[in-house]
């Protein structure tokens, strides 16, 4: 994918917004670097499961991927949720 060449080309790195294992593996093909996984939760944006379901289906099908969880997240006890499940970080606000 051209925008993950773009960024790649200067040193980027590319996190993709991915709601299922469809979008990620998709999102990996095209040159994303990690997956910003996201739950239903996270105001509306993620997809029909929830973020506590989602991320140990990503982190069990693409173990090698950096997962950063997005969706109900607010404080140290979802990061240490979160982190049991397989992500490597959480994204708030």
């Given at each position: 994918d051209?925008?993950?060449?773009?960024?790649?080309?200067?040193?980027?790195?590319?996190?993709?917004?991915?709601t299922?294992?469809?979008?990620?593996?998709?999102?990996?093909?095209?040159?994303?670097?990690?997956?910003?996984?996201?739950g239903?939760?996270?105001?509306?944006h993620g997809?029909?499961?929830?973020?506590?379901v989602?991320?140990?289906?990503?982190?069990?099908?693409f173990?090698e991927?950096?997962?950063?969880?997005?969706?109900?997240?607010?404080?140290?006890?979802?990061?240490?949720?979160?982190?049991?499940?397989?992500?490597?970080?959480?994204?708030?606000?």
């Amino acid at each position: 994918d051209w925008i993950a060449s773009a960024a790649h080309d200067y040193g980027g790195k590319v996190l993709a917004t991915v709601t299922n294992a469809v979008h990620a593996k998709s999102a990996l093909e095209g040159g994303a670097d990690a997956l910003m996984v996201t739950g239903h939760e996270a105001a509306a944006h993620g997809g029909d499961v929830t973020s506590l379901v989602l991320i140990p289906s990503i982190a069990s099908r693409f173990p090698e991927v950096p997962l950063v969880a997005a969706g109900g997240f607010a404080d140290g006890r979802g990061l240490s949720a979160a982190l049991a499940l397989g992500a490597d970080g959480i994204a708030m606000g």
